[in-house]
């Protein structure tokens, strides 16, 4: 075990005997030699940082294609020094990534190389796998049809203003679901069917405000129930009571619903929370992980094993700092988005789709054996690009990490300033938000704000949904929180009259950052269950109000 400060926010953290066996294990071998990867430098929640700002999913831009002229949607805005091609164009055969292959020049870091080839080498313009379907404005998605402002989603169908949900139906304002129908506003739900202001509840239907629940059906305002029917803040109703007392809420006036929001947060912080949200899961640390063994300080895992620091993994094996999905994948280290059925690789963004033995790389499609690459499809043995022999590659990279090791760049993950996109457009923001101030104290760009993205609202929007006319799709409406604008548009406003729930007066963004401040951090401390005192770590910090128990305790007092 080995204690160290975290070079970036100066916090004292611990490299594991278990940390550094893993690294023994991912340290490669160029040319005969093995090269170990170093214990990290920066601390868990660093190095977490680092990474997920260069994942931009949420924001979309106009902006031309590089190649063809035609106007297209990117998440690379048009101001940035990044070439950008249609994602069909970058896809065919129609120009060639080594093109634009150079030598490595010994003169400079491996960062001065790296950064004069991100430059010059076209990015797609935005992360789709078909099929899709009328879903154009949607990011790090496939198999979706007639959605809107999806993100991090597969296999959807009527779906807007998501992220990370998978075969889900007409569901909207939601984030991390699964197999879920006609739900809105709901967090970390799975096998859910008309479900509103929800989360952390499972095959549970026709309900509303509800927190841990499991096989609920017409409940509300309840909590910690398993298999109960016309429940009002968990207390039993008749089927005739039930139904009275929830028309009495006017549910379809805005004015009301701060005010029951209000009042949900107050009862459910009355009863006990579970320490973490997880079944079936063996010698597990983190939040959020299910069916899944020896896991470490990481959270949002399914289907998992021998996996540390890392989130948004699925049927993973041998990874360690991986960040936002990894699908198949075994033997990663400090990568983003490590894509589907990929191992075998570290410090890189973007190896996706079986790729293998990448390092230092931005965005590889079904490659292997490169190093310093950016935008290659279907390649390998490539170094900045450039196409070498197996042989010729295993000794030119055993040089550049020689002077990378002299550099002191080798084992660490690419620097910040790399990042194609700012800080506060990236996902990083969201888990860790930063003043501009700081961010750019830190290395890190920023992207100011767009004044003409923060017009008055001059249209006044109905309390009622009853009262909305079809015209309200032509208007532009400013967010009461942030002032940015937004609009309604036409199959957003068909959900809302179908489940008769007011128009939003907040913009997309302030909704999905009211969603993440309901889902607890991706940070664990140490404390006792408030029942029995056993040791428990948690991802509720200890002087939050909430009453929180260890799995036995909590396990006795559900309903």
Known sequence: ME????????????????????????????????????????????????????????????????????????????????????????LSDNWNALDYGRDFDFSKTFRENF?????????????????????????????????????????????????????CQDCVDCSFLSECELCYECINCKNCYDLRFSRNCVNCSDSLFLESCTGCRNCAFSTNLHDKEYFFANEKYTKEDYEKKVSELKLDEYKNLNEYLKYCEDFFKKHPRRFMQGT????????????????????????CWDVRYSELLFKAKDCSDVSSFGEGIEKIYEVTTSGLNSHSSAFSFGVVLSSNNIFYSDLTYSSKYCFGCVSLNRNEYCILNKQY????????????????????????????????????ESIAFDYFPLTKEKALEKGFRWKDKDKKDYMPQKYSVPQNIGDVPDTIIKEILAC?????????????????????????????DCRHKSRLQLKNPRKLWDRNCQKCSAKISTSFSPDRPEIVYCEKCYLETIM
Request: glycine letters at 4%.
């Open 3 to 90: 204690q160290k400060t975290c070079k970036n926010c100066g916090t004292k953290f611990v490299v594991t005997d278990d940390d550094q066996k893993f690294l023994d294990k991912m340290s490669p071998t160029f040319n005969g030699k093995k090269y170990q990867i170093p214990s990290p430098t920066f601390c868990p929640d660093c190095r977490q940082q680092r990474r997920l700002c260069w994942r931009n999913e949420r924001n979309l831009y106009k902006r031309k294609c590089d190649a063809t002229g035609k106007e297209i949607l990117s998440n690379i805005p048009p101001d940035k020094p990044f070439k950008v091609y249609e994602r069909e164009y970058w």
């Open 480 to 508: 009461e929180n942030c002032g940015k604008n937004y609009k309604i548009v036409e199959m957003e406003l068909g959900f809302y009259r179908k489940i008769n729930t007011p128009i939003p007066k907040k913009c997309p």
């Open 280 to 303: 079936q899961n063996q010698n597990v640390h983190g939040d959020y992980i299910y069916n899944s063994r020896d896991i470490y300080k990481s959270f949002n895992i399914v289907d």
């Open 389 to 424: 022999s197996q042989d010729e590659y295993e000794k030119m990279v055993a040089k550049i990490v020689d002077h990378m090791i002299e550099t002191e760049e080798w084992g660490e993950f690419h620097h910040a300033s790399l990042s194609p996109v700012a800080y506060n």
């Open 115 to 167: 950064a004069a080839l991100q430059k010059e080498v076209p990015r797609f313009s935005i992360q789709q796998q078909n099929p899709m379907e009328n879903s154009i404005y949607c990011n790090f998605a496939s198999n979706c049809e007639n959605c809107y402002f999806l993100f991090d989603s597969d296999f959807c169908e009527d779906c807007l203003y998501v992220n990370v949900v998978n075969h």
